[in-house]
C-alpha cells in the first residue's frame, strides 16, 4: 500500500462514526477525566504499595495516617473511575439525546455487567482484578464501556423502527457481538494467553531478540484499536526467565552472566514502554515540540505527568491516537528500535541484562539505570531513546496534524 493510499484509508478510520463519538465522548467527559486522571497519579504513584515516588521517598515512614490516607484514595479512584466508565457507556449509548436516555441507562447497567471484577453469576469479586483494574484509568474498560454503549444504542434505534427480518438480523449480530466482547472481557483466559506467550518467547533464548521487536509492533496494532495487550508492562510477574535471572543474581553471581539476558523483561518492559505501551512520552515531547505555539493543546499539559509515570489513558483520550493509522507507524518503528538497540547491546556484553523488578509507575527513563542496580550505561540507552524516539515521532505528527485538519473541515 502506498503513502496516499494509506493516509486516506487512517483518514477513512478517523471519520467513521464510532471514533467520531467517542471523540465527542472524550470532549464532553474531558473534566471527569481531567479529575479522574490526578487521582489516579496520586494512587499510583504516590501512595500504593508499589508506587515510584512511595518506594522512592518512603512516604509510607513519614506521611501521619498513610494507610488510611491511601485506603481512601484508593476507594475514592475506583469510585471516579467507575463513574468515568459508566458516563462514557451512558455518553456513547445515549447520544447526548434525551429521547435516548434509556439506551444510556442500559448501556451503563451492561458496562457494569461486562467489567464485573469477579464472577458475575455468583456476585464474589476477585480483589486483584478490582485493586489491578479499577485503582487508576484504564484505557480497557473506557473502550469496552463505549463500545457496548455504542452497539447498545445502535440497538435502541433499531428496536424504535418496525420490526423485519431484516431488523431482527441485525438486532441478532449486535447481541452476537456483545456475547463475544463479554466473553473477550473475562481475565482468565487473557492472562493465561499471555503467560503462555512469555514462556514461549523467553524459551527461545537469544533468538527473542527478534521475536520481542516483532511482537512490541503488534502491541502498538492492539493499542491503536484498544485491544488488550499481549505484552503488558508487568512483563516480570509472568517472565519465568526474569524470575530465573532474578534468583541467580541473589546468589552472588554477577548481572552480565545471567542465564537468560536476553527476555522481554530486559528489553520491552525495561527500555520501550516510556509513556506505557507504544513509547507515548516521546509522542508528547514531539507534539510540544512541533504544536508549541497553539492553544489548542492545552489539554495535553494536563496528560504530561500521568505519561511521564506510564499512565497514557489520560493522552489517549485527549489527543486523537486511537484508531489513527498515521501515528502507528512511528509508534511501531519506535518500539521496535528502542527494544532491538539494548538487546544488541546485550548480546554484545557492553549492557547488563535488567534483573531487578521496578515499579511499574518508574519513568521510563530510568528503568534501566533502576533495573540493572544503578548501571550508567543502561540510563544512556533510555536517554537515547527517548531522544530518538521523538524524532522518528516528529514527521509524523506534523502529517497527523494536517490530516485532522483537512477531516474537521470535511466534517
Not at 28 to 40: D, E, R, T, W
Not at 124 to 150: D, H, M, P
Not at 218 to 236: K, Q, T
Amino acid at each position: 500500500m502506498d503513502g496516499g493510499r494509506y493516509v486516506r484509508l487512517s483518514r477513512k478510520i478517523m471519520a467513521a462514526d464510532f471514533v467520531q463519538r467517542l471523540q465527542q465522548t472524550f470532549r464532553l467527559l474531558n473534566q471527569q477525566i481531567l479529575v479522574a486522571s490526578v487521582i489516579s497519579v496520586i494512587n499510583f504513584v504516590v501512595l500504593d504499595c508499589h508506587g515510584f515516588l512511595k518506594e522512592i521517598f518512603g512516604i509510607n515512614k513519614w506521611l501521619p495516617f498513610y494507610s488510611a490516607i491511601h485506603a481512601a484514595t484508593n476507594s475514592l479512584a475506583m469510585i471516579i473511575c467507575t463513574i468515568l466508565v459508566i458516563s462514557v457507556a451512558y455518553s456513547m449509548g445515549s447520544k447526548e439525546n434525551v429521547e435516548n436516555s434509556l439506551a444510556g441507562y442500559i448501556s451503563g447497567i451492561m458496562t457494569i455487567i461486562f467489567l464485573f471484577p469477579g464472577d458475575v453469576m455468583t456476585g464474589k469479586i476477585n480483589q486483584n482484578i478490582l485493586l489491578n483494574g479499577y485503582n487508576a484509568i484504564n484505557l480497557r474498560n473506557l473502550l469496552i464501556a463505549a463500545i457496548v454503549g455504542y452497539l447498545v444504542g445502535r440497538m435502541y434505534e433499531q428496536f424504535s423502527q418496525s420490526l423485519t427480518w431484516q431488523l431482527a438480523w441485525r438486532v441478532g449480530v449486535t447481541l452476537l457481538i456483545l456475547l463475544v466482547l463479554f466473553i473477550m472481557t473475562r481475565n482468565d483466559w487473557t492472562e493465561l494467553l499471555i503467560g503462555e506467550l512469555y514462556g514461549l518467547i523467553d524459551g527461545m533464548q537469544n533468538w527473542s531478540i527478534i521475536a520481542i521487536p516483532i511482537l512490541a509492533m503488534l502491541n502498538c496494532v492492539m493499542l491503536i484499536f484498544g485491544v488488550e495487550s499481549l505484552l503488558p508492562m508487568s512483563g516480570a510477574e509472568f517472565s519465568h526467565a526474569a524470575t530465573k535471572n532474578l534468583n541467580y543474581v541473589l546468589e552472588g553471581h554477577s548481572v552480565y552472566s545471567v542465564p537468560a539476558p536476553i527476555n522481554i523483561h530486559a528489553l520491552f518492559d525495561t527500555y520501550a514502554t516510556q509513556g506505557g505501551i507504544g513509547m507515548l512520552l516521546p509522542l508528547v515531547i514531539a507534539v510540544w515540540i512541533i504544536n508549541r505555539h497553539r492553544h489548542d493543546i492545552r489539554n495535553l499539559k494536563w496528560t504530561t505527568i500521568p505519561t511521564l509515570f506510564n499512565l497514557n489513558a489520560p493522552l489517549l483520550t485527549n489527543y486523537p491516537i486511537l484508531f489513527n493509522l498515521i501515528l502507528l507507524v512511528p509508534m511501531m518503528i519506535s518500539s521496535a528500535v528502542t527494544s532491538l538497540i539494548p538487546g544488541i547491546l546485550i548480546l554484545l556484553g557492553w549492557l547488563p541484562s535488567s534483573v531487578y523488578p521496578v515499579s511499574l509507575s518508574a519513568p521510563g527513563l530510568l528503568q534501566g539505570y533502576f533495573s540493572t542496580n544503578g548501571n550508567w550505561l543502561a540510563l544512556c540507552v533510555g536517554l537515547f531513546n527517548l531522544v530518538i524516539s521523538v524524532l522518528i515521532y516528529m514527521p509524523f505528527i506534523k502529517i497527523s496534524d494536517q490530516e485532522l485538519q483537512v477531516s474537521r473541515h470535511e466534517i
